[in-house]
């Protein structure tokens, strides 16, 4: 395997069956346009250049759908699993599954042999777990003052780290796919150590939460187990075992092919039923929408173009800094809504701020991919 860190991870492993001159073409390709960053959907032509106005009205159909069908939101809950409507876990399992079967895990052992991937995680967990954080924190504060609940909500939020959309922004914007699923792996694990103690530090040292607050480390083990752990699995068997039946060539050129449109649909499909499930409660409490709102806005963006800067000015290349930056703005949404959920209830202020989250982050984010695309271009930030 090739290690390319200052722009991210290319593997030429000769497996004789064609895999490798498949990859020496994509890295001329990469080298002949650098300008042109590629998305994990680029093949699907019309659906990806309309990706934006798919998702805005996916958005739009699902607050329709909350506001104008009775018992909208009511069906949706209905079913559980993991403390998240089953609906959403679906969406959710069928988004990351076809990203995953991208990732080399044949060859991801040579990556840990270099010494450059552990300051990559390094840098990684200081945005992830020593930054990012602390800015919802002040955040929360600045712009919820006279708000406990939805600050205790959005604390939740910075504290859970992604490991499902960002794999969507990620591919969208031409990031790494291997080291975004390394990133996801080691994210997920610490979220499984770190999250309750410090949820529990933030609300009751940091902020003198009066409520009785009690988070177990089983609601993220479960959320990670669940979450990543299944398509991962799933992800991982498909590859090495279908690789071996027909062959890596068809596997590349067919198979994923076949199944990358599956991954805008459950993007698509996940969306739609946040907002339906949701849009209610979204019209009906609009001001405290957009209280949250607004700080949720501005860690976006205040993270993202942190980390895009930091990476830039350490001379990291566009998809190893896209892979970084995604994943340092964006939260693992389903983990914050069920803690909330199980720990304040439903109909909590805790659980509303936790589901406006991901219902910023989706346009937000989308946005950035464009955003980062285009200062690429104009920079001649090169892979």
Known sequence: MTENFSGGFSGNVDRGDGGTKIEMQQSQSNDDSIHEKQSMFKSLGFLDRFLALWIFLAMVVGILLGNFVPNTAEAIDKGKFVGVSVPIAVGLLVMMYPILCKVQFENLHLVFKSRE???????????????????????????LPDKQDLREGLILVGLARCIAMVLIWNGLAGGDNEYCAILVAVNSLLQMVLFAPMAIFFMKVICHSHDHVELSYAAAAKSV??????????????????????????????????????????????????????????????????????????????IFFATVTITYRMR????????????????????AIAVAIATFGQNSDQALAATVGPLIEVPVLLGLVYVLKLIAKRICWKD
Do not use: C
């Open 316 to 335: 990291i290349g566009y998809k190893l800094a896209t892979t970084q930056s995604f994943t340092a703005a964006s939260n693992n949404f389903e983990l």
């Open 117 to 143: 991937i552990w300051h990559q995680l390094g840098l990684s967990i200081v945005f992830n777990w020593l930054i990012a954080p602390f800015v919802m924190l002040g955040l929360a504060w600045a712009f």
């Open 225 to 302: 187990a669940v979450f990543l752990g299944i398509p991962l699995a799933a992800a991982v068997t498909t590859r090495l075992v279908l690789r071996r039946i027909i062959g890596s060539r068809n596997y590349d050129l067919f198979f994923l092919k076949w199944l990358s449109p599956l991954s805008l649909i459950g993007l698509l499909f996940t969306i739609l039923i946040l907002f339906a499930s949701q849009g209610h409660r979204v019209v009906h409490q609009i001001v405290s929408v957009i209280r949250v709102a607004a700080p949720l806005v501005a860690y976006f963006l205040i």
